[in-house]
């Protein structure tokens, strides 16, 4: 089995066809759609989706297949990104899953985009740029990692504490839980969340290296 | 006989008529009796045969295949039902029963990738995975036989011969000859071009596009655009080999 590094990859990604953004349309209706608006059939790759409600043009194992390949990606983004502890996926960066060169394959722009996408829809990621261009990957949901932080504060006896962000980040007691090198986005994302639950206050110092958190758990 | 002349001679004549036909029967009915005599000798010995061998039988696949052969030839179905004597001796109904939902189960977890057409021997693989932790072995024979009995159950399941395989079939997709001799066209490498169908095949650009299209709206096909000579490449995960394959989590 392939790694990429120690991540076991699963057997799709060595399946050319999985590596193309697998049609929106039933083939019959989109070789039927090219001759009526007179353009070769291969050209029919700019239908990216189709509203539910012109379902019938697709015929249900053409919607399978898209649906499985979308979820095959997705987790295996989310499941490398936890493992690896990648945070942010820039599109136009070089990213190992997003080519295979054994087989000679990569995802186009738009397939990327598309599953990219998908897991923003799914809540399990955000785009960072109206560009779409950066991809904030939520491996674990903010929710989540507010019970983390929550329960670093438990396991550390900071109920009452006070620690800068950097040292949640960087700190020796970060060192071996999730919480070490974690994206600062991320982090004060859930710190806020927890702000408004009323555990703990962000204040600001004189510079971001000062800047930080009192529990109140 | 000594033929005799006139009246006497006809009644001679037609008395060993009758006598030749009643021999002629007793001869029939001597041989039927004599063969279902022997016949069910043969099934006693049978019987006898498979008690002794219980063990051999659940264990080993290939000499459970060879005693279905043996079963076969005397009209004897071991499987027929799942009471009655061969049932209780082998208890083997219960095994090809259960191989049956686990051939369900993976077909149908299979079939968003490859459109409800499974080659059988990733199938058995599949299967032989499924229940690493069972004692008793499972051949490809094994698993032809538990969906036989699917067919009984009118589950639409159908084995058929695409070239040198053999594919189950789970969905109630109509395969034609054109769509069958692409299928054996993909054996070669897992995928066809366009090109490829016309020039091995002789057809016209048409008729290669509309079968290619069916067999995609079917789920049986997959496009590859991604090769560097810009073809379009037609997968068919059904004939692919096991390595590229995509067993669900099953």
Sequence with gaps: MQKLGDFKLPQFFNYPPYFTYSPALSAVVAHALAHYFNVLHSEMNWVEDIPPQLNLLVSRPVRDTREKQVQLWKDFILDYCKTQHIFVIELEEEFPLFSNPVIERSLSHEARKAFLSALVTEGRAEWLDKGHRKCLILWHRIQDWADIILRFVKDNGLEDGVMTIEEIRSGIESRGTELHGIDRTILMRALKLLEHKGKLAIFKGTSTDDEGVKFSV | ?250
């Design chain 2, 1 to 250: 006989m000594r033929r005799r002349p006139g009246i006497g001679g006809l009644q001679t004549a037609a008395a060993a008529r009758d006598q030749y036909r009643l021999l002629g029967e007793n001869v029939a009915k001597l041989r039927t009796d004599l063969m279902k005599e022997q016949l069910a000798t043969f099934r006693s010995q049978l019987e006898e045969f498979a008690r002794k061998h219980k063990n051999d039988i659940r264990k080993n696949p290939t000499f459970r295949a060879q005693f279905h052969e043996m079963c076969a030839k005397v009209g004897v179905d071991p499987l027929a039902s799942n009471k009655g004597f061969w049932a209780e001796l082998l208890g083997i109904g219960d095994f090809y029963y259960e191989l049956g939902v686990q051939i369900v189960e993976i077909c149908l977890a299979t079939r968003s990738h490859n459109g409800g057409l499974i080659n059988l021997q990733e199938l058995c693989m599949l299967l032989r995975q499924k229940r690493k932790t069972d004692r008793e072995a499972v051949s490809e024979d094994d698993c032809l036989r538990a969906i036989s009995k699917l067919k009984i159950l009118g589950s639409g399941f159908e084995v058929i011969s695409v070239g040198k395989r053999k594919l189950v079939r789970s969905v109630p997709t109509e395969l034609n000859k054109d769509h069958n001799e692409i299928l054996e066209l993909a054996q070669a490498q897992g995928y066809v071009t366009v090109d490829e169908v016309e020039g091995r095949l002789s057809w016209t650009s048409g008729r290669a596009t509309d079968a290619l299209d069916t067999l995609l709206d079917e789920g049986l096909a997959m496009i590859d655009d991604g090769h560097k000579d810009g073809k379009r490449r037609y997968w068919f995960p059904c004939v692919s080999s096991i390595s590229s394959s995509v067993g669900a989590d099953i």
